[in-house]
């Protein structure tokens, strides 16, 4: 008995991957245009002062468990820059990365001006990283939200020591 039912068991995954290879596929290429500089100096003087807000605000940052600090810094179309730290909690996941921090405060104290860059900066420990980090998927979603929301693009500026990387548009972040 144990042996007939494994022989039903494997005729069943064949005719399950049988049934998957039916299926069509398409191949699609997903690409993100990046404009890469070695230095935040080297980027307009508007996006320096929005990364420099980043960098200071990661002073701020409640990370005691990752000692992961990142900071971000938000440019509302009024010229107002916002900035926001990661919050962490020890009742992970409840703490929040400092890109929602920001886009949270941004729209829920300005919810009529819209939201046109955000400048990303982190420390591991002391030090700010070298390579630029990117948000995370939540943080990506609520980035795209904002920009659907206003209808406009908004540039994500990613700071890091050796280089420091622009996406123009939300929706080109991959």
């Known amino acids: ?3 007939n039912l494994i022989i039903i068991i494997l005729n069943n995954r064949r005719k399950l991957s049988q049934s998957f290879k039916k299926q069509s596929m398409v191949q699609k290429d997903i690409h993100t245009i990046v404009l890469e500089y070695e ?3 080297e980027l307009e003087p508007v996006d320096q ?3 420099h807000q980043a960098k200071l605000s990661t002073d701020n940052a409640y990370a005691p468990y990752s000692n992961f600090k990142v900071g971000a ?3 509302l179309e009024n010229g107002k820059m916002i900035h926001g730290n990661n919050q962490e909690n020890a009742a992970y996941p409840s ?3 400092a890109e929602r921090v920001a886009l949270f405060f941004a ?3 300005f919810p009529e001006i819209k939201v ?3 400048a990303i900066a982190a420390k591991n420990g002391d030090d700010f990283t070298k390579l630029p980090i990117t948000p995370c998927g939540s943080c990506r979603q609520v980035i795209l939200e904002a920009q659907n929301r206003y209808e406009i693009p908004i540039k994500i500026i990613l700071y890091g020591t050796e280089k420091v990387q622009i996406i123009e ?3 080109r972040i991959r």
């Open 1 to 3: 008995m144990a042996l």
């Open 39 to 41: 230095s935040e100096y």
């Open 49 to 51: 002062k929005l990364v």
């Open 73 to 75: 810094a938000v440019l």
């Open 95 to 97: 703490g929040l990365c």
């Open 107 to 109: 729209n829920s104290n």
């Open 116 to 118: 046109r860059r955000i």
């Open 169 to 171: 548009d939300a929706s």
